[in-house]
């Protein structure tokens, strides 16, 4: 995609996947486990984190993880990406929501006592998965959501793809002569102050003219 970008239109410039699950002490940990070992088998490259103001989850986790990883193929990619996968333990769920929005996460996974209530503080998530029943993997082949999503902290500026990336629209202008009079001044400071002058003169010519069209 990087070698044709700007010969041709192409979706989006996407990295390894990513995931990060924002838990509190009501998370099963045999659940957050499985959804980070969903993601972590993509690649080596792949990133999961857990981000928990929880002391009790993280060990847990770890436990699955090594238990459930056993049963798995894909054992040399778990093995790399894991070995990069990075936990965050917070003072509230507060602050856990502000380490989510930093990181901006291409998947997130809320698994707390009301993640609706949690979901309300993401500012930045490519798709969230709300509650022990939505794992990730049901929006990789089912849940209806787009699957191209934007990685390595896009999301703080960018959004899945969406039907609007593959159109294609043209802006129109058309002024009368009374707006463009109303509007001059404000056009030609701008364009002065960027130290372009026909931009300005451009403008003037025709307010000066009273609106002649020749």
Do not use: C
């Amino acid at each position: 995609k990087r070698q044709v970008f700007g010969t041709v239109g192409i979706d989006m410039l996407a990295g390894p996947s990513e995931l990060v699950v924002l838990a509190d002490r009501t998370a099963n940990p045999a659940y957050v486990a499985a959804d980070l070992l969903s993601q972590a088998e993509h690649d080596e490259d792949a990133f999961v984190a857990l981000v928990t103001n929880s002391r009790e989850l993280p060990p847990a986790v770890e436990r699955e993880l090594a238990r459930q990883a056993r049963s798995l193929p894909r054992h040399a990619i778990l093995r790399e990406s894991l070995s990069r996968a990075e936990g965050f333990l917070t003072r509230s769920l507060r602050e856990t929501v502000e380490v989510v929005n930093r990181l901006a996460p291409e998947h997130l996974s809320i698994v707390t006592r009301d993640p609706w209530k949690d979901f309300s503080g993401i500012r930045n998530a490519g798709t969230v998965f709300l509650g022990p029943f939505s794992p990730v993997a049901v929006g990789d082949y089912l849940a209806g959501i787009n699957h191209t999503l934007p990685t390595g902290g896009a999301s703080r500026f960018s959004s899945p793809l969406g039907i609007a990336d593959f159109l294609k629209k043209i802006n129109v202008v058309s002024y009368e002569f009374s707006a463009l009079r109303s509007d001059a001044p404000h056009v030609v400071r701008l364009a002065r102050k960027e130290g372009l002058d026909a931009h300005a003169e451009a403008v003037l010519r025709r307010t000066r003219g009273r609106g002649k069209m020749g």
